[in-house]
């Protein structure tokens, strides 16, 4: 099996589309740029959904629908989404078989034509807040594409608030980025660290960007959510006030925020290894495999043997059963760890007359030995040590890649010569500077940490002025 | 609130669209032909989602997603799928700023798109049965719509599957038009009739297209779900072959099948009436709302003991709880009547003295007095009492509105003159036949109702020569 997969350390790149392809979690389609989800690839996205709707649910969100197509004069509303989108837009000319009097464009995201339903929705202040999110699809016409991490096409929920105050709008952009960050941490086992965007990275028409940005393991950045406060900026584009309780007429303030399958190619990169996909249990859509290890003359005991375990586990845990006569146990056994399944479970003929099975753990390969009863409560703890051992290790590989560099020369090496990571540097705020970080060596501010100001005594990294922030750079996806 | 929606008797398209509107199921959209679906309507649409996408899965389905963009040449492989679906396609000719060397269509269906991977995927008999279904949104442009019944856009599941004979393609394609009506009679409260569509009425490209068909309050057919047997057109198509078990090379077998956001509007006018919506609790959103009526001297116990009746219902029933205090009784009453909830429980200070609460049924108006303890299980028989009683209510209808007919002069008066319904009449199976019955009345054949052909006893009803079928006409959404 391992021929399959490129090791990490000959061509990480290769590494992760192999993992893509060979897991069977997406394939190439024949449309420029775009992917198709596969059946193992879709489960995991299911399994996102089921969990993130949640959260959204009980953060008091609404799920709607709004159309795919949104008028061209929409998006030129807001000077800066415009400008934001347009190099990526795709555009329908033609529909019905006549030319379009006025053409349409599939969304890269919604807020156009949300907010020109905000506008007929919203009369008062009793009608808000309003919280909705929309699972949907999106295309954004990308020239440079990678399966799940930049798609032409993508899936992704979009939220779009809309509330009285400014502080409520703010409260809820965090709310939000909070919710995120724990889905990222306690459900994918994927740290990450939390601030506001640069205005030179911020979502075109935000007012401020809010992020989770994750270290892969080649020590790039990844961004794996946002949340925006939109101010104003989309209120006035499309004119949308409302009556407040004093009685007069005031702009409704906004949030949008969106993670996308972008996700699964995080959670790819951060857990996997030269055998294949790693998931952890809490998101994984399969989490056991039930595998029968017999010969001709016992078999049909053993499988018996091994139904009554699939049997007592499927209620509880997320199980399948594999007794494919075409292939031999090695080969099932690399099969299912190319897969990602968190726990192996075999049974041959001796563990059988034990009473007994073994459990593997695919993240670390060690083998342990339960009885029949203790299967269930052995696998229920065993998941818990994997999901916090995938989160552990991959905190302390980015605390073991994160540096604090305040010497120019020390950060072009660090990103130029050496591995790169996260660069934690004093930043004096002007995107002059960042403008020319970026072009010496493709890093970018990933995040100001919260409270970051705080610890901005000293001098910009790259200009020796007096530093207003401590930034996060780091080259990124 | 009643004048805010017509009476079906004076404009029952009115009085559909009222309903849609007022109960804040779905909206226009400022995008010609498509609407948005509102956090009410879209509740609805999960639900069905939930529980079909468990049918599904129960029936060895798995779910995938495949690319929105189909290139244009794809649509044409096939010849009559192409003629059927051109007149209605959107077409994308630009995107990233750049004229496309070949445009992409929206897909208004996915066959095509589907079928160009299954060849990349399929080799062997053991990739078969190849069983995938896509919750998706698609776009086939019309000139009329009305929302949920027919939109530009909308949102659908098409199942996709491959097989390695005939037979089995055939048993799939009836196997999910039995899911569909399960899904329909025992969740939906919709009675439908199954069989065969006419050659005419067929889905472009599809070898046979079966469906179900339930009658509307207007007496109209509504067609809401089909499965088609595609045969293996769409493998010549695209090339799709696999190596059998005897070693040779043979064209896959192939099925498709879907329901989308119409069977919300099915749902609507099956059971609706002249004060709102009407919703089977099985699929209700919201199956319960608890309503505290009060004075200002006795607000606050009423209102702890509302809750109390909240809380004991709301880990077994999805049920709301209403106390805003900027609206009377009356009005709430007449509101969470017109959003179609079951049931409704009020509690006035009375019933708190006694213990109880008052039950009363969205669909009879009857008002049912139970102690605090019994309010779980008297819920729970009054959902099973609605759930069949609307169901019984429809088929009522659907049998007295159902007629045999025998001689033309008839039918002709039955859809021209009187109010029409469903037409039970023999048919020789001459396409002309057909095709002078719609233009003399708009009735088309709905199914041909499986072994239809023993009743064929007897002379066309158009033509008057030897029948083959019997064959269920009437005018149709």
């Not at 809010?210 to 080649?218: K, L």
């Not at 020319?436 to 940490?449: G, M, N, S």
Request: proline letters at 4%; a negative charge.
């Amino acid at each position: 099996m391992a021929e399959r997969i490129t090791p990490r350390n000959v061509n990480y790149s290769e590494w992760y589309i192999n993992i893509v392809t060979e897991a069977k979690l997406a394939d190439y389609s024949p449309v420029k740029g775009c992917m198709v989800i596969r059946p193992r690839g879709y489960a995991l996205w299911e399994r996102m959904q089921a969990v993130l709707d949640g959260m959204f649910k009980e953060t008091g969100h609404q799920n709607a629908y709004f159309p795919l197509l949104i008028p061209e004069s929409f998006i030129k509303k807001e000077a800066e989404h415009v400008e934001g989108f347009s190099p990526e837009l795709a555009v329908v000319t033609h529909a019905g078989g006549e030319e379009l009097e006025e053409p349409y464009i599939i969304r890269p995201t919604s807020e156009t034509i949300i907010w020109s339903m905000y506008k007929k929705w919203i009369q008062s202040y009793r009608d808000l807040p309003l919280l909705i999110n929309q699972w949907a699809n999106v295309l954004r016409w990308e020239k440079r594409t990678r399966l799940f991490l930049r798609t032409s096409e993508f899936l992704w929920q979009e939220g779009h608030t809309a509330h009285a105050t400014a502080e409520e709008a703010q409260e809820e952009t965090l709310t939000m980025l909070e919710v995120y960050r724990r889905f990222a941490e306690e459900w994918l086992a994927m740290p990450v660290i939390t601030g506001v965007k640069s205005q030179a990275e911020k979502f075109a028409g935000a007012v401020n960007t809010y992020a989770i940005e994750a270290m892969m393991q080649d020590k790039k950045a990844l961004q794996a959510g946002t949340s925006h406060n939109l101010g104003q900026n989309f209120a006035k584009a499309f004119d949308v006030t409302f009556q407040d309780r004093e009685g007069g007429q005031s702009l409704v303030w906004a949030s949008s925020w969106g993670v996308s399958t972008r996700l699964i190619g995080a959670l790819i990169m951060t857990h996997s290894d030269d055998r294949g996909l790693v998931l952890p249990p809490k998101i994984a859509p399969t989490q056991a495999v039930v595998i029968p290890i017999y010969r001709n003359q016992n078999k049909s005991e053993v499988l018996v043997y091994a139904q009554k375990i699939r049997d007592a586990l499927k209620d509880k845990f997320r199980v399948e059963y594999d007794c494919d006569d075409n292939n031999s146990p090695g080969w099932k056994f690399a099969e299912w760890e190319l897969l990602g399944v968190p726990v192996r479970i075999e049974t041959g003929p001796r563990d059988m007359e034990a009473g007994r099975a073994v459990l593997v753990r695919r993240d670390t390969g060690e083998k342990i030995s339960a009885a029949f009863d203790e299967i269930p409560s052995k696998l229920d703890s065993l998941f818990g040590e994997i999901q916090s051992g995938l989160y552990n290790r991959a905190l302390e590989f980015r605390v073991a890649n994160t540096v604090r560099i305040s010497s120019y020369d020390k950060f072009l090496a660090f990103f130029n010569e050496g591995e790169g990571g996260f660069a934690e540097c004093l930043w004096c705020g002007d995107g002059g500077c960042e403008a020319k970080i970026k072009e010496d060596t493709k890093a970018t501010i990933r995040v100001l940490p919260f409270g970051n100001e705080k610890e901005a005594a000293g001098a910009c990294v790259a200009c020796g002025k007096q530093a207003r922030h401590l930034a996060v750079f780091a080259k990124s996806y």
